[in-house]
């Protein structure tokens, strides 16, 4: 039978995930306690969490929430579990911190509710910051509107010139003609 303590960590552990839709499984192997402490401060920055967890519980408290077995084999070692909202600025947080220490490594995750591989998670970590790439997409569905407000713009200024050409040139053949305004 669990312990009263087991129970609620995996009780915890449930409610705290029950709704994250990315989460990432980091193997800390080596990292000091201190070295902790500024790791967290780090994801701290960038909206995120970083949470060790004891493997049997966290195996089981997602297997209990619906997550796959490729999922729930990350839990092997010395495993900590970084989350929040934008996965791509914790991920660049957690490499940015590694690149001095290089103790830590990625397992795999879940970013959007969907199961990904270490090699997924080391390509998050170089994606732009979210306004960055919502720019980029505004960008990319507004370039062909402008294009085409231009082309329509260029339209209606050549029908103009066009319009103003002709009736200066008919003043000017009224004028030849002597038929300008009488006097």
């Known amino acids: 039978m669990p312990s009263k303590l087991k129970t609620y960590m995996l009780d915890e552990l449930r409610l705290r995930f029950e709704n994250v839709e990315h989460c990432v499984v980091v193997n800390f192997s080596g990292v000091t306690a201190t070295e902790m402490t500024q790791l967290r401060t780090e994801i701290r920055k960038e909206d995120g969490s970083l949470m060790v967890v ?6 089981r408290a997602f297997r209990d929430l ?3 077995d490729e999922f729930v084999g990350l839990f092997d070692g010395p495993v900590a579990l970084a989350f929040g909202e934008d996965p791509a600025p914790i991920v660049r947080a957690i490499a940015d911190w590694d690149k001095k220490s290089k103790k830590l490594t990625f397992k795999g995750g879940i970013v959007g509710g969907k199961g990904v591989q270490q090699a997924d998670i080391a390509e998050l970590a170089t994606l732009p910051p979210m306004p960055v790439m919502q720019a980029i997409a505004l960008g990319a569905v507004a370039a062909p509107l402008s294009s085409f ?6 339209v209606i200024q050549s029908f103009v010139r066009i319009a103003d050409q002709l009736a200066q040139k008919e003043s000017g053949a009224d004028e030849a003609l ?6």
Do not use: M, Q
């Not at 407000?149 to 260029?154: D, F, N, V």
């Not at 002597?178 to 006097?183: C, F, I, R, S, T």
């Open 54 to 59: 004891k493997n049997s519980i966290a195996t």
């Open 66 to 68: 619906g997550c796959d």
């Open 149 to 154: 407000l231009r082309a329509c713009k260029e």
């Open 178 to 183: 002597g038929g300008g305004p009488a006097e």
